[in-house]
């Protein structure tokens, strides 16, 4: 068996619109290990959630996979029929979604709802169910779960209704578990307990975790490596740290500028210039060069390959090249 728990290889993903296609995802390839925490950092509009769709096959019915692979412990998700990818979804790999008003049915009862992801992917029937169901309410730090199991999303707050869906996610332990925006709906006290709490169950129960955010400050702490993605492409990746204090794409070190410094309260919140990328319209060359204020000619024609920037750290950025040559022409 393959040491990789997921590898996703050259994902071509597209929605063919009425106004033309839309290729969201662009030959994006990343690898997960088993118990790791992989953050993909992006505005809205960069491809990051499409790309958790895709390894899931939940995409919209004008979008398609179009090209590439997304391996599963050597096996190739994108070749499986509908029946093993029903199998995969909760079984192997859950998502927790944005929103958990939207996400829960508001006619059933929370045991309802969580009940049927037992029947469907575990052989617990009757009683068995609603003690699964009370065990998984009790694990993400619900307090009354009989109480609760009785009760509809509407009676539960936002912070509750986001741990019953993260309990759902979690009720046939998966190897994999994609968090998609998961406190995007939520005040910032609960996030902070949200977040806490995924973390705590990935070191308790340890599973890999793939946190799909905007927000780069929420995953500092959390991610053993980020994916940072614009226009439908990964402009940088590596370790947390290494993103954070060694940043090398203009796109990450905008991001990272318009984060609060606890350090330095007084320090000018800097805003990234410009609107996201229109996809319908993407740029001859780097997607981010209409809104770089260090954009060279070469920006404008050619799309930036990834350069080893160390051995835990790559960026797409021509800016680096440049500053490459420029040190390798000191040393002559």
Sequence with gaps: MSETLLSVQNLHTSFFTDNGEVQAVNGVSFDLNPGEILGIVGESGSGKSVTAYSIMQILADTGKITEGK????????TKWNDKQMQGFRGKNCSIIFQDPMTSLNPVFTIANQMGEAVILHTDRRGAQVDERVKELLELVGINEPEKRMKQYPFELSGGMRQRVMIAMALACEPDILIADEPTTALDVTIQAQILELIQSLQKKMG??????????????????????????????????????????????KGLLRSIPNVGNMKQKLVPIAGTPI??????????????????????????????????DHKAACWVNVKAAYEEASRHE
């Design 70 to 77: 997304v391996l599963f412990k050597g096996e190739d998700l």
């Design 207 to 252: 599973m890999a975790v793939i946190l799909v955010t905007h927000d780069l400050g929420v995953i500092a702490d959390m991610c053993d490596n980020i994916i940072v993605m614009y226009g439908g492409r990964i402009c940088e990746r590596g370790t947390a740290r290494e993103i954070f204090y060694n940043p090398k794409h203009e796109y990450t």
């Design 278 to 311: 229109n996809m319908l319209n993407m740029p001859k060359g780097c997607a981010f060069c209409p809104r770089c204020d260090n954009a060279m000619k070469i920006c404008l024609s050619e799309i930036p390959q990834e350069i080893i920037i160390n051995e």
